[in-house]
């Protein structure tokens, strides 16, 4: 203010202005809120330029987390007559901003819907309303929002799609738990539409035609997984054994994970593969996988689980007391440890979570490549 002073001369009213203005303050400093409310509605009411101190007051409130003084400055601001509707409309998105950190939910969505209308501040007001419906698992709601945000900025387009895939896969899941699988077949293959190199899509399409008898179907679900995410490549193994053996092709399954090994490092089609070779008989083969797994990626907590899933059966260690308790220790010490982490922000979890619950991206919490086995369900 001492600044604004300089560049425009106006003794008198910033004289007063400030009298009234250090009042106020103290007021809210011995915690007579109303009594500072009196004294800066006054404000706003002599002199349009103190509406930013207002706001800041509020925003203020709203950072040291006292919400309901936040409300009571921005409800107070809102409620003065003839605001221009900049201000108005910067008062709403403070309101829906306090309303937000409230947790008041309805609220908040039904104020960011208004500047939405209103054509002021739609980006920050789409992207808060997207994440109210992810929240509320309001996914069709969720669709429309990310769909208008494309409409007025491009900038994350790629992601955006990215979402609104995922949202049709949450919509195909709410149809299925409904009993609905011909609508969750319908909301998967949008997913894939709207974005092709939708893996989650493409494993429900793949768990729904195997659940339906189709294995043929499903097995070409299945295999498309890597090519979209080579990452979830684990994700899909056990769910591609049980196809090809329900296809009687599990000599095409052991060609098609030989072929997989040169693409994804990690331990998991190994282990499949020095399984079918033992189970076959093969055992040179069955330790070949072994003896390349550890040329290529010598990592311990892929060696453990090669070393329980494969050599510990193969050569009857569990027999010897020793070899027993180790393979225990580190099953154990395996257990423990995450099987996913979120390439976006680092969070660790135990299964799969196709958004990440700590920084809230899609697609981005990620099998560990030597991490214990993927979750696997029908
Ligand atoms: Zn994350």
Redesign the pocket.
């Known amino acids: 203010m001492a600044r604004r002073g300089e560049n425009k001369p106006r003794p008198k009213k910033a004289g007063g202005l400030g009298r009234e203005y250090i009042r106020g303050l103290d007021f809210l400093i011995n915690d007579q809120t109303d009594k500072a409310l009196e004294v800066f509605t006054r404000l706003v009411e002599v002199d349009q330029d103190t509406i930013e101190t207002h706001l800041s007051l509020g925003a203020l409130f709203r950072r040291r987390g006292e919400v309901d003084r936040a409300l009571r400055v921005h409800q107070n601001l809102i409620a003065r007559p003839n605001l221009p509707r900049p201000v108005h409309q910067r008062a709403l998105l403070e309101l829906a901003r306090d309303y937000l950190a409230a947790g008041v939910l309805d609220r908040a969505e039904e104020l960011f819907r208004e500047l939405v209308e209103q054509n002021a501040y739609v980006v920050e007001s789409l992207r808060r309303l997207i994440r109210i419906y992810e929240q509320q698992s309001d996914w069709e709601q969720a669709i429309e929002a990310n769909r208008r945000l494309e409409s007025v900025s491009s900038k994350h387009r790629g992601q955006q799609l990215h979402a609104i895939a995922h949202y049709h896969c949450e919509l195909a899941e709410q149809k299925q738990r409904a009993g609905d699988s011909r609508g969750a077949k319908t909301s998967l293959k949008k997913s894939l539409h709207v974005y092709s190199d939708c893996a989650r899509a493409a494993i429900a399409l793949g768990d729904l035609a195997y659940n339906a008898g189709d294995y043929r179907e499903a097995n070409k679900y299945w295999q498309r997984v890597p090519e979209q995410m080579l990452e979830l490549t684990p994700e899909v193994l056990p769910r591609l054994q049980q196809s090809f053996d329900s296809l009687n092709q599990a000599a095409a399954f052991y060609q098609w994970l030989a072929q997989q090994v040169g693409r994804y490092e990690g331990v998991a089609p190994y282990i499949l593969l020095a399984e079918q070779a033992f189970r076959s008989g093969d055992k040179g083969a069955a330790e070949d996988w072994v003896q390349r797994y550890l040329e290529q990626a010598p990592d311990i907590s892929g060696m453990g689980r090669l070393f329980s899933a494969v050599v510990s059966p193969a050569t009857g260690a569990t027999e010897n007391g020793v070899r027993a308790k180790l393979q225990l220790a580190l099953e154990d010490a395996l257990g423990r440890m995450p099987a996913y982490r979120?390439n976006?922000?680092?969070?660790e979890a135990r299964q799969l979570h196709w958004q990440?619950p700590?920084?809230h991206?899609w697609d981005?919490?990620l099998p560990l490549p030597h991490g214990p086995a993927g979750s696997h369900s029908h």
């Open positions: 979120c976006h922000c680092g969070f990440c700590s920084c991206q981005t919490t």
